[in-house]
C-alpha cells in the first residue's frame, strides 16, 4: 500500500497507477487486452476461464519482487547473500486485480511451488513494501500444469464476496505447508534442487556470464527461508506445546530450522572453476 499523504492508496489502485508498460517484459493492464497482444501467452486458456467469470480483471505481468533486509525477521534469516543481489531480480508472472465499488483484490500467481508463492507473499507484505497493508485483499498461490483448474476454483472463490480472502489462504495453507516440520523437509528439498540447478548452469559459464543465474538462486533460496521462519513463527501451537509460551525460544527454533537449509554462498558460486562441455 502507498501513503500518499493523508491518502493512503489500496492494492488496485496502486497496481493500476503503474500504467501500461509496453514491453515484452512487462504488461499492466485489461487481461483481454493483454490476450489480445499475446494471444500466444502458455496461460491463455486459464485467463479466459477467468474472463468468462469476470470481465473487468487486470494483469500485471512480471511484478519485480524487492526485499526488506532491515527487517528483523530478515536478519534472524541471516542470510547476508540475498543483500547482494539487485532488486526485482525475481519477478511476480502474473498478479490479477479488481475492484468492486468499495471492494478491491489481488491475485498473485507464481510458478515452482507453494512454498515460494508463500515467500513472494510474506515478502510483498511486509513492512515498508509494496502491499503492506493489504494483506487480507490478497491471495497467492502457485500456477503449474498440474493445477491450473485450483487456481480457477480459488478466483471464483475470490468473486465472492461474502468470503474470507483470509479463509481461502488459510485452506490453501492447510494443504500446502499445514505441518511445520514437514514444510521444513519440503524446503531442504527444495533449496537443494535449486543450487544443484544453478550449479550445471553457471559451470560451462564464464563469471561475468554467471550473475543472472546466481542472484536468481539466491532470490529464491531467500524467500524459501522467509517463508519457513515466518510460518514457523506464526504458530502459536508450537508457541505453546513446543516452547512452552517462551518466544524467546521459538525466535532461537524457527532461525535454526532455517539454518537447515541448504545454501551455497554468492562468492562460491561465482568462482566455482568453468568445466568445458563436451
Not at 106 to 118: D, H
Not at 201 to 209: A, G, H, S, V
Request: with cysteine; glycine share 4%; charged share 30%.
Amino acid at each position: 500500500m502507498i501513503d500518499q499523504g493523508e491518502h493512503v492508496m489500496a492494492i488496485y489502485n496502486v497496481l493500476s497507477s503503474y500504467g501500461l508498460f509496453d514491453s515484452l517484459a512487462s504488461f499492466n493492464g485489461l487481461v483481454k487486452d493483454y490476450l489480445r497482444i499475446y494471444p500466444e501467452d502458455e496461460n491463455k486458456e486459464l485467463f479466459e476461464l477467468m474472463l468468462s467469470e469476470k470481465e473487468d480483471i487486470y494483469v500485471y505481468t512480471n511484478f519485480g519482487l524487492k526485499f526488506n533486509l532491515a527487517l528483523i525477521v530478515n536478519k534472524k534469516i541471516g542470510y547476508k547473500d540475498a543483500g547482494k543481489i539487485d532488486d526485482n531480480v525475481l519477478k511476480v508472472p502474473y498478479i490479477i486485480y479488481w475492484k468492486n465499488e468499495n471492494v478491491q483484490k489481488a491475485m498473485i500467481i507464481s510458478f515452482n511451488n507453494y512454498i515460494e508463492a508463500k515467500g513472494i507473499f510474506y515478502c510483498l507484505t511486509e513492512v515498508d513494501n509494496y502491499f503492506e497493508n493489504d494483506k487480507n485483499d490478497l491471495i497467492t498461490i502457485h500456477l503449474t500444469d498440474e493445477n491450473k483448474d485450483e487456481v480457477f476454483k480459488v478466483f471464483k472463490s475470490m468473486l465472492d464476496e461474502k468470503k474470507s480472502l483470509s479463509a481461502i489462504q488459510k485452506t490453501l495453507d492447510r494443504k500446502y505447508i499445514n505441518d511445520v516440520d514437514l514444510m521444513k523437509d519440503d524446503c531442504i528439498n527444495i533449496s537443494q534442487q535449486i543450487f544443484d540447478r544453478a550449479i550445471k548452469i553457471i559451470l560451462p559459464l564464464e563469471c561475468d556470464d554467471r550473475k543472472p543465474y546466481i542472484e536468481e538462486a539466491v532470490a529464491r533460496a531467500f524467500i524459501i527461508k522467509k517463508a519457513l521462519y515466518v510460518r514457523y513463527m506464526s504458530n502459536k501451537h508450537l508457541l505453546n506445546k513446543r516452547h512452552f509460551g517462551k518466544q524467546s525460544l521459538q525466535r532461537a527454533f524457527g532461525k535454526s530450522y532455517v539454518n537447515e537449509l541448504p545454501t551455497v554462498s554468492y562468492y562460491r558460486l561465482l568462482n566455482m572453476k568453468k568445466v568445458k562441455q563436451d
